[in-house]
């Protein structure tokens, strides 16, 4: 066991040992990382706060149910995977194998999806009450966006992009957020600027005096 993790930090290795062996216990967690089952208790106190590890009641016989600790899917990115590798090759597979107005309907309807989803949640809402919300929302795809009001139109800056790797191979990827963007202020958004192509950051604009009715 020394040996695996080597000298990573305990909440490291506690983390890999629930990614190894989830739905542990904590005192199969202190076993496996060699420490006491209070100190575990800690710092899945920590993990879980930091939304890194979730607990679930699980039912093993008579008696009082037991908590058994995973982790979430923010505490699975902290992991290097190889979803890039897979995500850029069957994009590159459909490319050939599917029409490309086929390929451009399904990202649309991943973005009319997303929509959807935080439709009922939108209604209602001012033009900049709805950008707070978009800006929350791509936040929690993985994006990081700030959006400020000048003269007669709003521009949203996505200073970091979770698609950036794979748009560099298929650009096709960037309609999704700009899809998503326009169909979430109910307004149409035009890119101006763009990483791919040098930019510093993706920067899409509206005009501030359009309706946001639906």
Excluded at 51 to 60: D, K
Aim: hydrophobic residues 35%; aromatic residues 6%; negative net charge.
């Amino acid at each position: 066991m020394g040996i695996l993790f080597g000298m990573k930090s305990t909440r490291d290795r506690i983390l890999q040992t629930i990614l190894r062996q989830p739905r542990r216990t904590i005192n199969e967690l202190a076993e496996a990382v060699s420490i006491n089952p209070i100190s575990v208790r800690h710092h899945l106190t920590n993990l879980q706060m930091e939304g890194l590890v979730s607990a679930e009641e699980e039912r093993h016989g008579v008696g009082r149910p037991r908590l058994v600790y995973a982790l979430t899917e923010e505490g699975m990115e902290k992991f290097p995977t190889r979803y890039l590798r897979l995500t850029t090759r069957l994009l590159a597979q459909m490319k050939e194998s599917m029409p490309g107005p086929v390929i451009s309907q399904l990202f649309s309807q991943i973005a009319e999806d997303l929509a959807n989803e935080y439709s009922e949640r939108m209604s209602g809402l001012s033009m900049e009450e709805r950008l707070d919300f978009v800006k929350e929302m791509l936040g929690e795809e993985g994006f990081t966006v700030e959006w400020e009001k000048k003269g007669d139109q709003y521009q949203i800056h996505e200073i970091t992009c979770p698609y950036y790797q794979i748009g560099v191979a298929h650009p096709e990827v960037c309609t999704v957020d700009q899809a998503l963007i326009s169909k979430m202020l109910a307004v149409p958004a035009s890119k101006i600027e763009c990483i791919l192509s040098g930019g510093t950051h993706c920067t899409y604009v509206v005009q501030a005096g359009q309706s946001t009715s639906r």
